[in-house]
């Protein structure tokens, strides 16, 4: 089991930038896959970006040019970088680690963008 902790959720007017962490308590972090989910109220969950152990990394289209998702292995946690943040983007974010079949989840945290 790895327990996934995301932060740095929060308010942030259209335009504005917010960073997301994800804290992951496992020794094995650079060995697994991670990945950044939304899900806003009424929609489904949709894949927002993913980091590879590789550091190979990819983006929906919807994100592309504005939100970076990287990793610290040495601190076994993954970011989420958004910019030039969209009414659109409001959602509660979850992170997740893949590792052949496992896989696992965070509690999510919400972003809001609103004026």
């Known amino acids: 089991q790895v327990q996934l902790v995301e932060s740095g959720g929060g308010l942030v007017q259209p335009g504005g930038s917010l960073r997301l962490s994800c804290a992951a308590a496992?020794?094995?972090?650079?060995?697994?896959?991670m990945a950044w989910y939304r899900q806003a109220p009424g929609k489904q969950r949709e894949l927002v970006a993913t980091?590879?152990?590789?550091?190979?990394?990819n983006y929906a289209d919807s994100v592309k040019g504005r939100f970076t998702i990287s990793r610290d292995n040495a601190k076994r946690t993954v970011y989420l970088q958004m910019n030039s943040l969209k009414p659109e983007d409001t959602a509660v974010y979850s992170c997740?680690?893949?590792?052949?079949?496992?896989?696992?989840w965070g509690q999510g945290t919400q972003v809001a963008v609103s004026s």
């Open positions: 997740n680690a893949g590792f052949g079949t496992q896989s696992y």
């Open positions: 980091i590879t152990m590789t550091g190979t990394t």
């Open positions: 496992t020794s094995s972090f650079s060995l697994y896959d």
